[in-house]
């Protein structure tokens, strides 16, 4: 296991760290002051088209896309987007675009392919994903009550989402449904998923949700009725009954995304609480000097290097072994990240005092997308279940290797002194 970036992915990771640094930090307090100020902030203003162009032209496009990088190449470039929260738009690699557009790639028809992922790359469009339903406790998928009905040559879609990433982004044009198609099935091959383009007659965004006060215009979550909307049977995703598995292989690399983008905005956060620590002085010292600060910052750095090392391994071993070698580490990391991101936004908010907790920094917007992020793609109890049926499993392995070993008499210790 080697974590050295290949050449060309530390060539890019030079290339996406410079034109961050020189390109979306210098204008990014005035971008959000800017969208903040306007009647409609549901917009998208034109320096973002302005760097997205320039991103384009660098060759800084799409990095996200299966074939383009490996898992663990892509990741530190994830890692460098998280630093800010326009990042992932300018490089095409924000989320749900990136799981929504590996869905197509891997199970997209050739028409849906053309129609709805040509345009999501070429970032004409952007795109949202409608799977957790406030009516019931979506930690456990099966409970979902939207349906995806074949009728003739149509499917009829009928349900409500909320939380669905992106649905307030102007350039929204289509939605990943899923819903269930066959109630009598397999509990995991009841459901479908499904586009269903934004102006279909009976999809409505009924509210934008905040998050703890903060909308995250232009992108934002909605919550969306769909009431009797007919779309063609074309427009289901690799056929009937096929939802569970294409959400299953759209899980992991999106988590992979999720948490090393965590990870630069933890960084992040740790850069503003030094600097802060540094230059603020309180009872005649600077803040670093008093009350224990420096050990908080020094754990915060063990937090984030460790997280950063659990992510890039279970990166390696989505590359080698497929998401069944990485089920429990893509677990591990989706539970321990953000909670990481958390106590280190948290200890940056502290050392700033109550301008921490202002649109002056952008640590409680920080912090409210890092909270968010231990309920999206499953709460942190699903997956810390998960780790421990995992190990648990484990340990029922060895006992009936041990059960089997005592029934037959074999002593593997003898056995290999014998040979």
Not at 78 to 83: H, V
Not at 214 to 227: I, W
Not at 354 to 360: F, K, N
Not at 371 to 399: C, I, N, Q, Y
Request: charged fraction near 20%.
């Amino acid at each position: 296991m080697d974590f050295a970036p290949s050449p060309r992915a530390a060539e890019l990771q030079q290339r996406v760290g410079d034109f961050i640094a020189t390109e979306i930090e210098p204008i990014e307090a005035q971008y959000h002051r800017e969208l903040l100020a306007a009647d409609n902030p549901w917009q998208v203003l034109p320096v973002i088209d302005e760097l997205k162009d320039k991103a384009r032209d660098q060759g800084l496009w799409n990095l996200f896309l299966p074939g383009t990088l490996t898992n663990t190449e892509y990741a530190p470039l994830a890692e460098l987007m998280g630093r800010s929260f326009i990042a992932p738009e300018i490089f095409n690699c924000n989320a749900p675009d990136t799981g929504n557009a590996e869905v197509l790639v891997h199970y997209g028809s050739e028409e849906q392919q053309q129609r709805w992922l040509k345009p999501l790359l070429d970032g004409q469009i952007r795109s949202a994903f409608g799977m957790t339903e406030p009516g019931v406790a979506s930690s456990d998928a099966t409970n979902m009550e939207s349906t995806v009905i074949p009728d003739g040559e149509d499917v009829i879609v009928n349900g409500r989402k909320w939380f669905s990433t992106g649905v307030g982004h102007s350039n929204c044009r289509f939605i990943i449904f899923m819903g269930v198609t066959d109630a009598e099935a397999n509990r995991h091959q009841r459901h479908s998923m499904v586009i269903v383009p934004v102006d279909t007659p009976g999809v409505k965004v009924e509210r934008m949700l905040p998050v703890f006060g903060y909308l995250d215009a232009p992108y934002g979550y909605g919550e969306v009725s769909f009431t009797d909307v007919r779309v063609p049977a074309s427009n289901i995703i690799a056929g009937p009954g096929r939802g569970f598995e294409i959400a299953q292989g759209r899980l992991g690399p999106g988590r992979i995304h999720h948490c090393m983008r965590l990870i630069g905005l933890a960084e992040k956060a740790l850069e503003l609480a030094c600097r802060r620590a540094s230059e603020r002085v309180a009872f005649g010292k600077p803040l670093v000097n008093l009350g224990g600060n420096r050990e908080r910052i020094a754990k915060a750095r063990i937090a984030i290097d460790q997280a950063r090392l659990l992510v890039l391994y279970t990166a390696w071993l989505l590359d080698t072994q497929g998401i069944a070698g990485a089920l429990s580490q893509v677990s591990q990391i989706k539970a321990a990240v953000p909670s990481m991101a958390l106590e280190v936004i948290d200890m940056a908010i502290q050392l700033h005092g109550g301008a921490g907790l202002t649109d002056d920094f952008p640590l409680a917007a920080a912090f409210a997308g890092a909270r968010s992020l231990r309920f999206a793609d499953g709460p942190d109890e699903v997956h810390l279940g998960v780790v421990a049926r995992l190990e648990l499993a484990k340990m029922r392995v060895s006992e009936d290797r041990s059960e089997e070993r005592a029934r037959t008499g074999a002593n593997p210790k003898s056995s290999n002194q014998a040979q």
